[in-house]
């Protein structure tokens, strides 16, 4: 089992949620956060006054899958989340130990 953890641009969630759908993943979590990459904020103008945004609010995308499904689910946020503009976000993968269903107390594979 892995855990794909997604970056994304906010107004990208339902093209993403849906894709995930279309490919098979029943469940996901979405976190509101802000930070920032390489291109550390932007300046805007407010009132006439220039100001400094230096994290940008993001949504943190977290899905657990089976292994043989990570591919696709990857395919699927990039596919869907790219803009072709800088801060279009990040995919990382990590290693899933156990996963509970806390209903049922289905344990890994069938918690998924």
Same mark, same amino acid.
């Given at each position: 089992m892995k855990i794909? !953890?997604?970056i994304?641009?906010?107004?990208k969630l339902d093209e993403v949620r849906d894709a995930l759908t279309n490919i098979g993943v029943h469940g996901l979590t979405v976190t509101e956060v802000k930070g920032y990459g390489r291109q550390k904020g932007? !300046? $805007?103008?407010?009132?006439g006054a $220039?100001?400094?945004i230096s994290f940008l609010p993001k949504l943190k995308i977290e899905v657990a899958v089976s292994a043989s499904l990570? /591919?696709?689910?990857i395919d699927a946020i990039t596919s869907t989340a790219r803009t072709g503009q800088i801060? /279009?976000?990040k995919i990382f993968v990590g290693p899933l130990e156990r996963a509970i269903r806390i209903r049922t107390g289905e344990s890994d594979a069938d918690a998924l």
């Open positions: 794909v !953890t997604a994304i641009k906010p107004f932007h !300046t $805007e103008i407010y009132r $220039e100001y400094a990570v /591919d696709k689910v801060g /279009d976000g």
